[in-house]
Nanobody
Framework: VQLVESGGGLVQAGGSLRLSCVAS????????MGWYRQAPGKERELVAH???????NYADSVKERFTISTDNAKNTVYLQMNSLKPEDTAVYYC??????????WGKGTLVTVSS
């Protein structure tokens, strides 16, 4: 299974970005998909998570600003990020969990928010 993220870049505070992550390879169902981020000098943290049934979970710091969604037909997960803040600057990683519990990670996409 391969995951490829896209959509990162440089944006001013208050701006928006939409991240995409496409999963390909031998995929026989997806249990959950999620976005994580890692800022310089910090540990990787959960940003948003969506289950196959549609249930979602967000970090408190991004609630009301970020929205996670999926296109199951395309094995793609999105992260719409609005009202971006400098503290959102990080490398954003996509994760997919398949039914047997295996987890797969993308290589990340950099989001930089300038003040």
């Amino acid at each position: 299974v391969q995951l490829v993220e896209s959509g990162g870049g440089l944006v001013q505070a208050g701006g928006s970005l939409r991240l995409s992550c496409v999963a390909s390879g031998s995929i026989f169902g997806i249990k959950a998909m999620g976005w994580y981020r890692q800022a310089p000098g910090k540990e990787r943290e959960l940003v948003a998570h969506i289950m196959a049934g549609g249930g979602t979970n967000y970090a408190d710091s991004v609630k009301e600003r970020f929205t996670i969604s999926t296109d199951n037909a395309k094995n793609t997960v999105y992260l719409q990020m609005n009202s971006l803040k400098p503290e959102d600057t990080a490398v954003y990683y996509c994760k997919v969990v398949v039914p047997d519990g295996m987890e797969y990670w993308g290589k990340g996409t950099l989001v930089t928010v300038s003040s």
